[in-house]
């Protein structure tokens, strides 16, 4: 007898095609590259298994005049756009339509890239959905002598499409929803069934990929951080999902087409994985692995930093040095050298420390004044013109402005941008008011960060989304245990085990206490999610009062007299 195939599970086909949601759309421009304006006309159709779901179709107000020959091509003229919304307006609308969709359009690159810019134009953000571009795949399964040419309009006539396309964009959409339809019926009898098996028979897709889909099998569908591993068992990539099977599939369809990733899976033999609670634990473990591990093909262990801080010299006439290790009274951290050395300046400046690197004595003090003195920016003790006793005003309000306790010098610094504005000295103006804005951006995150990392334990609450609760315990700035308390559990037996089995952290001096600064920002984004509570804390969660409003002085800065005339 015959044996009989086993039929596919359906975790094994990926996501039917099926049961996808496709959303396919065409747009009608003036001709001008992709930027915050040009559009004329969106059009959308929404389908899922052959059955259209609904429609979106609106014209523009491109916001510049339409070309005659592009008012010829489209019959889109400008008394038609005049009263139309503007695509600020229009894309709310369009983004939520669009919404958890797979796109398509016929050469999906101009389209997407109108949108893209668009919304980068007017503050919105172009999701990552999977793009489906149907010239590409027509020109896959479809012979060119069968077509001639693999514009819209020869493919709507081959699949016989009921819509014929006009250069609007509704039409043209519902003429692409038929050549879709087509195309994907041509793939399935080649067996292409799921969105997945679609993207990997696209032609980016190498052979190296399709070979290494058997390493997802194993894996899970559950939130977690996955590990490929090379020949050598070295750990080649590192990244985190909610899904960690459908994840990991990814890695080989054409929905991955970085080349370096397409190197590390044809390098990789197998992938290991590590299930976490929820996202927030996943994330962290994500960034402690790559920190033991640097993975080859990870960006983030390249660019790897362990910041830099900004702290006082330890001798008579204190200056403001840069430095890697972090002590007590140091502010930071920051990314780079650079922007450490700019606030330092900055900070320097508006509290009146010297900036000179010269060590200089207290009694026999006979140096040469430099630049900054004669421009009444430094107090030149290095020519004895400044005791310690009256240095130690400026040395004690960068003290307090650290410690958050001084805001002294920060309305020095706005006072100065004003007086330069008010003597029409705009450029100077400008770039000491974005000197200052860095200035206080750095003291926001250093407080907010600071602040975490000096409590003992907190223990947070979020919502998972499906009545229950994602915990966390935090000691001094690091993730100690997660957990999740399913809708229609206790919590607070939960939280008791987490606390119980916690990771025990001790503190390390420093701001910080020896806290990863990365680790302490996603911990951070994550307490201050909408609907995240706290259960409980060692001590009360708060930020200096001097500056912790760093959010107004920001506003003060970008209110100073200097930008009305600053371009």
Known sequence: MRPVQAQLAFDELGTPLRDTTFVVF??????????PSGITEIGAVKVRGGQVLGEFATLVNPGMAIPPQIMSLTGITQAMVYDAPPIEEVLPAFLEFIGGAVLVAHNSGFDTSHMRAACEGHGYVWPKLTVVCTVRLARRVVPRDEVGRYNLTALALLFGAKTRPTHRALDDARATVDVLHGLLERVGNLGVHSLEELMGYLPEVTVAQRAKRHLAADLPSAPGVYLFKGPKDEVLYVGTAKDLRRRVRTYFTGSEGRSRIREMVALAERVDH???AHALEAEVRELRLIAAHRPAYNRRSKNRHQGWWIGLTDEAFPRL???????????????????????ADTLAGASGLRTCTQRISPRSANGTPCVLAELGRCGAPCAGRQSVAEYGPAVESVSGLIAGLDGRPLHTAAAHVERLAAGQHYEQAARHRDELAGLIRALGRAHRQASLASIGELIAAGPDGAGGWELAVIRYGRLASAGVARRGVPPMPVVEALVASAETVLPDPGPLHGAPPEEVGVLLRWLARPGVRLVRTTRPWAEPAAVAGWQGWLNLVAGAHSLEHVG
């Open 26 to 35: 065409d747009l009608e421009t003036t001709g001008a590259p992709p930027g």
């Open 274 to 276: 590590v299930v976490c």
């Open 321 to 343: 040095s840069v430095v890697r290790l972090p002590r007590p009274g140091v502010l930071g951290p920051f990314r780079n050298q650079a922007d450490a050395r700019t606030t």
